[in-house]
Each structure stands twice: as structure tokens, then as C-alpha cells.
Nanobody
């Protein structure tokens, strides 16, 4: 069992930056991949980015590519999402997730076994 706790959300103006953090309660082995998703009320949870523990290869949704950076600090069991040039459309609850058993679903919620409670990001114009 892995418990995930996010932090770092807040309110910023368009063009600003935030860094989200997600601390895992236990080390995740090299078979894990971790991701950030976001969701607005009444909408489906949207994949933002994911990264493999082994090799730190990262992938991004087109809507955030070039503005967001996902990274890992394995020594601290912490996943980050650096968000720059924020836009009002980035407003959402952001969730951290971890999985290892369904990599073919890693762009979907179903690919993940563990979720954090979420941290709210609000971007004003």
C-alpha cells in the first residue's frame, strides 16, 4: 500500500508559476510509474503527465507540453510538477497517482492503483 499526499496548490495570476509536490509513504520500486492528473467538477479526470521511476522518462499532454515539468526525487520519495506560464484553463484539482500493473493504461485513471487527495490550483486572468 502506498499513501500519496499532495501539496503546493494555490491561487495565481495567469503567467505565474506553481510547484506541486507529492510525497509517497513508501519507496516505489523501478516498476512503478507516477503521474499527475487534473479534474474540474463534472468533468472527467484528465491525464497531465507521467514519469517512470526507472530512467525518469517523462510524457506530457499536449496542453501542458513546454510549460509543465514532471520530476522525481527518489531519495525523498517525492514527485513534483513544476507549472510555468499558467493559464486560466489550468484551473483544476490536481491529483498525484502511482501504478505498476497496467502500463498500457497509463494515460487513463484505470492505469493507477494509488491516488492522493488532490490539491487545488486556481489561475485567474
Amino acid at each position: 500500500q502506498v499513501r500519496l499526499v499532495e501539496s503546493g496548490g494555490g491561487s495565481v495570476q495567469a503567467g505565474g508559476s506553481l510547484r506541486l509536490s507529492c510525497v509517497a509513504s513508501a519507496s516505489t520500486d523501478s516498476g512503478y510509474y507516477m503521474a499527475w492528473f487534473r479534474q474540474n467538477p463534472g468533468m472527467e479526470r484528465q491525464w497531465v503527465a507521467h514519469i517512470y521511476i526507472a530512467g525518469s522518462i517523462a510524457y506530457y499532454a499536449d496542453s501542458v507540453k513546454g510549460r509543465f515539468t514532471i520530476s522525481l526525487d527518489n531519495a525523498k520519495n517525492t514527485l513534483y510538477l513544476q507549472m510555468n506560464s499558467l493559464k486560466p484553463d489550468d484551473t483544476a484539482m490536481y491529483y498525484c497517482a502511482a501504478g505498476r500493473s497496467r502500463p498500457w493504461l497509463r494515460l487513463q485513471e484505470q492505469g493507477y492503483d494509488y491516488w492522493g487527495q488532490g490539491t487545488q490550483v486556481t489561475v485567474s486572468s
